[in-house]
C-alpha cells in the first residue's frame, strides 16, 4: 500500500516551453502533496505544499508564477514549470501525506528528471 | 528558523562493520522519519518515530527516538554492499501538520 506514481520519469525540453510533471497516490487518498526539488548530492528541498481544492502554499524563494501547481482531486496534484530555462534543470520528487503509526507520513513518487537546454 | 542536523555527511565502511547516524534538531519532534534513497530515485520510508525514548527495529537497523523528541539515531549492524545509499531522517515539528523538515543526509557507502 501507499505507493505514488510520477510521470514522466525523464523530460527533455527546451528553454521557454512548459513542463507539467503529473503525481498520483495510486492505492489512498491524499488531501495534501509535496513536491521537492533535488540537487545533486544534496537533501530534499520542499518547493510547496499542495492541497486538495485548494491554492497551493509555496516556500520561500519559491516563484509561485514559475512553478505552478494544481491538485485537482484525492490523488493526483501536478506541477507545470513555465517558461523554463536551464537553470530549472533538476530532480523534482512528490509525495503524499498519508495518515499511519499516529502520525502523518510521506510516501515518495520515484522522481522526474528535468533537463532544459 | 527549524532546523535538523544530520552526521555524518559521508561515510564509507567495509561490509560487517556496524555505524550509527544521529539526527539533532533543538525543537521538539511530533513525528520523526527515516528515509532511504538511491540514486535516480524517490525516497523509500523505512521507519516513522512518535513516542519519546521509542526505539523500533528494522532487521539490522535499530532507530531510536529520544526521550525529549528533540532527536533520533539510525543504528546498522554487521553492514552490507546492499545498505548503501542516501539516509535521510525528517522531522514534523509540533504545529506544523504533515509538513517534513529533512535532514541534510548521510551518504553511506558500504564495499567488500
Known amino acids: 500500500g501507499a505507493v505514488v506514481s510520477q510521470h514522466p520519469s525523464r523530460v527533455i525540453c527546451k528553454s521557454g516551453t512548459s513542463v507539467k510533471i503529473e503525481c498520483r497516490s495510486l492505492?489512498?487518498?491524499?488531501?495534501?502533496m509535496f513536491w521537492y526539488r533535488q540537487f545533486p548530492k544534496q537533501s530534499l528541498m520542499l518547493m510547496a505544499t499542495s492541497n486538495e481544492g485548494s491554492k497551493a502554499t509555496y516556500e520561500q524563494g519559491v516563484e509561485k508564477d514559475k512553478f505552478l501547481i494544481n491538485h485537482a482531486s484525492l490523488t493526483l496534484s501536478t506541477l507545470t514549470v513555465t517558461s523554463a530555462h536551464p537553470e530549472d534543470s533538476s530532480f523534482y520528487i512528490c509525495?503524499?501525506?498519508?495518515?499511519?503509526?499516529?502520525?502523518?507520513?510521506?510516501?515518495f513518487g520515484p522522481g522526474t528528471r528535468l533537463t532544459v537546454t | 528558523t527549524q532546523l535538523l542536523e544530520q552526521s555524518p555527511q559521508f561515510l564509507s565502511i567495509q561490509e560487517g562493520e556496524n555505524l550509527t547516524v544521529y539526527c539533532n534538531s533543538s525543537?521538539?519532534?511530533?513525528?520523526l522519519q527515516w528515509y532511504r534513497q538511491e540514486p535516480g530515485e524517490g525516497p523509500v520510508l523505512l521507519v516513522t518515530v512518535v513516542t519519546g525514548g521509542e526505539v523500533k527495529k528494522l532487521k539490522r537497523l535499530t532507530f531510536q527516538f529520544g526521550d525529549a523528541r528533540k532527536d533520533s539515531s539510525l543504528h546498522i549492524t554487521a553492514a552490507q554492499p546492499g545498505d548503501t545509499g542516501l539516509y535521510l531522517c525528517a522531522g514534523v515539528f509540533t504545529g506544523t501538520a504533515s509538513k517534513l523538515t529533512f535532514g541534510t543526509g548521510t551518504r553511506l557507502q558500504v564495499t567488500l
Open positions: 492505492d489512498f487518498q491524499a488531501t495534501t
Open positions: 525543537s521538539v519532534f511530533s513525528s
Open positions: 509525495s503524499a501525506a498519508w495518515l499511519g503509526s499516529g502520525a502523518y507520513e510521506q510516501y
